[in-house]
T-cell receptor, first 114, second 112 residues
Framework: KQEVTQIPAALSVPEGENLVLNCSFT??????LQWFRQDPGKGLTSLLL?????REQTSGRLNASLDKSSGRSTLYIAASQPGDSATYLC?????????????FGRGTSLIVHP | EADIYQTPRYLVIGTGKKITLECSQT?????MYWYQQDPGMELHLIHY???????EKGDLSSESTVSRIRTEHFPLTLESARPSHTSQYLC???????????FGPGTRLLVL
């Protein structure tokens, strides 16, 4: 059974710092990996999707990398801002019983203070 | 911003009541999902659908049921609510070939 672990569980940094959030998974036969942002009491917003054949994806100040062989992904946030404060979730999709089933980590809770 | 809606946003209900959580999307996505999320915990997939008349159970055992009679609509029903059903329920959809999931705002359910 796929297990997804996110480290650290919580992070508090001053504005302007560059950050790295980590995601690891136990079964490397993934179909894709997705990073989400979740604001308190709300649904998830997709940030980046990396297909299994890709190594990284970039969107603005965000860069996500994928190393399937080692079962790891990182989300890099450049020049963090208070508006980046949220919980960041990683999800990997694995083919199971003919369907692609996503498995989520518990997330990293990020606070960026001014 | 994705066009996926959930109603109600909040629901407080007594034990034993039947409830239906609504989820609709206007993007024409074939795939739809229901997740359950407790505070500070990971999302657990409870049901999913790959299209009209297709429904499957997810990893998390659930006493709820779903239906997919129309592409845009994927309601979740609890026949008899219990306090253990108290949680946040998130609906999502995706295009079959792209897999990027778009989430609704969620329904927070409290069963007394």
């Amino acid at each position: 059974k796929q297990e997804v672990t996110q480290i650290p569980a919580a992070l508090s940094v001053p504005e302007g710092e560059n950050l790295v959030l980590n995601c690891s998974f136990t079964d490397s036969a993934i179909y894709n990996l997705q990073w989400f942002r979740q604001d308190p009491g709300k649904g998830l917003t997709s940030l980046l999707l990396i297909q299994s054949s890709q190594r990284e994806q970039t969107s603005g100040r965000l860069n996500a990398s994928l190393d399937k062989s080692s079962g790891r992904s990182t989300l890099y946030i450049a020049a963090s801002q208070p508006g980046d404060s949220a919980t960041y979730l990683c999800a990997v999709s694995l083919l199971s019983g003919g369907s692609y089933i996503p498995t989520f980590g518990r997330g990293t809770s990020l606070i960026v203070h001014p | 911003e994705a066009d996926i809606y959930q109603t109600p946003r909040y629901l407080v209900i007594g034990t034993g009541k039947k409830i239906t959580l609504e989820c609709s999307q206007t993007m024409g996505h074939d795939k739809m999902y229901w997740y359950q999320q407790d505070p500070g915990m990971e999302l657990h997939l409870i049901h999913y659908s790959y299209g009209v008349n297709s429904t499957e159970k997810g990893d998390l055992s659930s006493e709820s049921t779903v239906s997919r009679i129309r592409t845009e609509h994927f309601p979740l029903t609890l026949e008899s609510a219990r306090p253990s059903h108290t949680s946040q329920y998130l609906c999502a959809s995706s295009e079959a070939h792209q897999e990027t999931q778009y989430f609704g705002p969620g329904t927070r359910l409290l069963v007394l």
